[in-house]
């Protein structure tokens, strides 16, 4: 079931404003324009999914679409809100981004990569997250030296069935200032070599309540020869 309604409640002043908010709706903000984004529910305020035509009973691929338009329309802007449980095939993350799921075991369910791996990978924080199915989460700066800077999760929660010697349940990769308060990784293949957790070349961490529960060769695996400052608290595999 959704969540209750936070209506405009988390968007700056100036979007929430009167001058914002008419009778018919929320107005489409300069940032969807420039995104290229149009709403397709014009009732719920921007950033919330369910704006850019996102729902439990929507097919995959209508809510990767909703999704994703709600993530590129919102960068650096405001958060993307999650209310209910979302199918959906994979969604790429961009700097200055903040998702928020507002009720535990909401998320997103289905297969592939909640993926965010570039040069410039700056200022993510995912918070309450449920991801369930095939999908895993995989966040990384660039692979010849570039580090993705203040990445931030926050109770997350990953139960995910892929099955590969080369995934993790959460990769989190070349980063400088990332922290974690509980991601609980949980796999449930049978048979395979998925890995639960992956920190490779991350420096000036704070690492609380890492999980990993379910059949895996290696829980928690810090890869690349340089993972400084590990605080790892309250961690269990």
């Not at 979302?86 to 928020?100: E, R, V």
């Not at 070349?201 to 999980?211: A, E, F």
């Amino acid at each position: 079931s959704e969540a209750a309604d936070l209506g405009d409640s988390y968007l700056p002043v100036a979007l929430a404003g009167r001058n914002y908010k008419r009778q018919s709706g929320y107005r489409r903000t300069a940032a969807e324009i420039a995104a290229g984004v149009t709403p397709v529910n014009y009732g719920y305020a921007p950033g919330d999914v369910r704006r850019y035509g996102a729902s439990a009973s929507a097919s995959a691929a209508a809510n990767t679409l909703a999704i994703q338009n709600a993530i590129n329309a919102a960068v650096g802007e405001y958060p993307v809100i999650l209310y209910d449980l979302y199918p959906c095939n994979g969604l790429t993350i961009l700097s200055d981004t903040t998702i928020i799921a507002l009720q535990k075991g909401h998320g997103l369910i289905g297969s592939g990569a909640i993926s965010g791996i570039v040069a410039s990978l700056n200022d993510v924080t995912i918070d309450g997250v449920s991801l369930f199915g095939a999908l895993y989460l995989q966040l990384s700066g660039d692979a010849v030296g570039t580090l993705a800077k203040r990445i931030t999760l926050r109770d997350v929660y990953i139960e995910t069935s892929i099955n590969s010697a080369a995934l993790y349940g959460a990769a989190l990769n070349n980063m400088d200032g990332l922290t974690v308060e509980n991601l609980h990784v949980h796999l449930t293949a049978t048979s395979g070599d998925t890995r639960g957790i992956g920190l490779g070349v991350v420096h000036n961490s704070n690492l609380r309540g890492l999980r990993v529960t379910g059949g895996v060769s290696m829980g928690i695996e810090t890869y690349g020869g340089d993972v400084n400052n590990p605080s790892l608290l309250n961690t269990r595999i």
